[in-house]
């Protein structure tokens, strides 16, 4: 098993709904049990730096897209400092396939490219933080904003936790804009 760099300007029809439906049966609406999962959305206008392009990772099943992340690149300022981190989001995995490792597998994959340098960092929220200590997170105790929003000191993110990888970066107190909405 290995993970499998979909790219987004070249996402295939098929695949975007495989990722699409994956992620719609996971955290699709619960209050509109007759909306379809839409394909996968895009970054074609993306003009940054090759090695920060956004992208996805999956792992198959017999051909079937069974497990999932997505990453891109973010600013974010902490204490005054900038940063580009890896902007990890939409781990999921369907439920009869978990256990087997294919979530480790996406994230790993993404994770490689702080480690070779693409980026300083990955930044992340997460509902589970054990699954990711394990693969070399910890989690930060940052205030977090977004000055660019209409209410900036209200928190932008939906889970607690917020993560870093890897654990070992050198991390500064103080305030932890995203400068823009949460991911």
């Not at 300007?9 to 996971?26: C, M, N, S």
Request: proline fraction near 7%.
């Amino acid at each position: 098993m290995s993970a499998e760099c979909l790219e987004w300007q070249d996402l295939k029809a098929e695949d975007a709904l495989q990722v699409g439906e994956l992620t719609f049966v996971i955290w699709g609406p619960k209050d509109k049990p007759d909306a379809r999962p839409s394909p996968a959305g895009n970054y074609t206008d993306y003009s940054g730096p090759a090695n920060r392009r956004p992208r996805r990772y999956v792992v198959r099943d017999g051909g079937r897209i069974v497990s999932h992340a997505s990453v891109f690149a973010r600013e974010i300022d902490v204490a005054g400092r900038r940063y580009t981190a890896a902007a990890l989001g939409g781990v999921c995995t369907y439920e009869q396939y978990r256990g087997k490792g294919y979530a480790a597998e996406v994230v790993r994959a993404i994770f490689q490219l702080v480690d070779r340098g693409d980026f300083e960092l990955c930044l992340f929220q997460t509902g589970i933080p054990p699954f990711y200590e394990k693969l070399g997170c910890r989690l930060i105790s940052n205030r977090i904003i977004n000055s660019l929003a209409k209410d900036p000191a209200k928190y932008p993110l939906w889970e607690e936790n917020v993560m870093i990888y890897p654990r070992s970066l050198t991390w500064p107190d103080g305030t932890l804009d995203l400068l823009g909405p949460g991911y």
